[in-house]
């Protein structure tokens, strides 16, 4: 299946929708720091400093025969440091606030373990995988945009990079790619897409009917698979 990064309009629709589900911080840090469905229910509360707004990936949760584990990082590179946007700092704050009420609702019944995971059930327990794609494919049809992976919201996130100027290598640096090669494949993509924007303002401006530097949409580029 090909990577469909959502555009910037759809990505501010997404996180709009988002802001009273219990997954909010999730999608905020899947849009804004592209990390994997897999980091981001194995991240624990000690891998976050909300302080100094950092967040290390440093395990994450996958089903494995059957059964929950916490595994190690997809590759080497895939164990990162990356900068909290302040967008993800408020986000987790109140994912914070949630869980110490969900754990004093549940009372004996919480069964959180010392792993300390961010993202938990209401009694505590890690979440299924599947049931966040569940949740996702929910929120792409209340926010009203296009029904794509949960993955994509990891190419949403190198696709928005770039547009904003950065570079390769800040990019490999922030979604932990294996090599720069992948994101330079990234990019080779991502430039034809940009093209034939280019070309489009161009044809606009020649017929006379251009309005300036193009949609506001921010399409977003066509990204490789990571």
Known sequence: MSPEPLT?????????????????AAYELAVRIGLRRGELLGLRWSDV??????????????????????????????????ALPSECVT??????????????????????????LVFTTKNGTPIEPRNLNRSFEALCVRAGVRMVRFHDLR??????????????????????????RV???????????????????????LRGNGNGPGDDDGSAGVLAAV
């Open 8 to 24: 910037v309009k759809e990505g501010r629709q997404l996180l709009a929708a988002a802001r009273d589900n219990r997954l909010w």
């Open 49 to 82: 400093d909300l302080h100094e707004g950092v967040l290390t990936v440093r395990q994450a949760l996958q089903r494995v025969g059957g059964e929950l584990l916490i595994v190690a990082p997809k590759t080497q590179r895939s164990a990162r440091r990356v």
């Open 155 to 180: 190419h949403t996130c190198a696709s928005l990079l770039h547009e904003q100027g950065a570079d390769a290598r800040m990019i490999m640096e922030v979604l932990g790619h294996s090599s720069i």
């Open 91 to 116: 986000a987790l704050r109140a994912q914070r606030a949630q869980q110490l009420a969900d754990r004093k609702a549940a009372g004996a019944n919480w069964k959180g373990t010392a792993q300390g």
């Open 183 to 205: 994101t330079m494949d990234i990019y080779t993509f991502v430039r034809l897409d940009s093209q034939r924007s280019a070309f489009d303002r161009v044809g606009d401006a």
